[in-house]
Nanobody, 114 residues
């Protein structure tokens, strides 16, 4: 079982920045993917960014603005969010795939408003 602890959400004005962090319990052995999903009210959960040994992928709407990174030694994944827009407002969920099991964080609210 992997426990995920997220931090870094909050309220920010359009054009601002936030950095989300997600620390996974246990070792990084067997972790094949770490990433972030988000869900806005009335919308389905969507993949925002994911990092795998092969590289990182982003949803088109955040390319050039968001950067995902991973610290394997700390078993932590980060999401640097720049040039935030009101449409980025959502609950952001950390995601880890270890071996063949998926794990989710509790979610952290990101609100972008003038």
């Amino acid at each position: 079982q992997v426990q995920l602890v997220e931090s870094g959400g909050g309220l920010v004005q359009p054009g601002g920045s936030l950095r989300l962090s997600c620390a996974a319990s246990g070792s990084s052995f067997g972790v094949v993917a770490m990433g972030w999903y988000r869900q806005a009210p009335g919308n389905q959960r969507e993949l925002v960014a994911v990092t795998r040994p092969s590289g990182a992928d982003y949803v088109d709407s955040v390319k050039g603005r968001f950067t995902i990174s991973r610290d394997s030694a700390k078993n932590t994944v980060y999401l640097q969010m720049n040039s935030l827009k009101p449409e980025d407002t959502a609950v952001y969920y950390c995601y880890v795939r270890k071996f063949t099991s998926d794990y989710w964080g509790q979610g952290t609210q990101v609100t972008v408003v003038s």
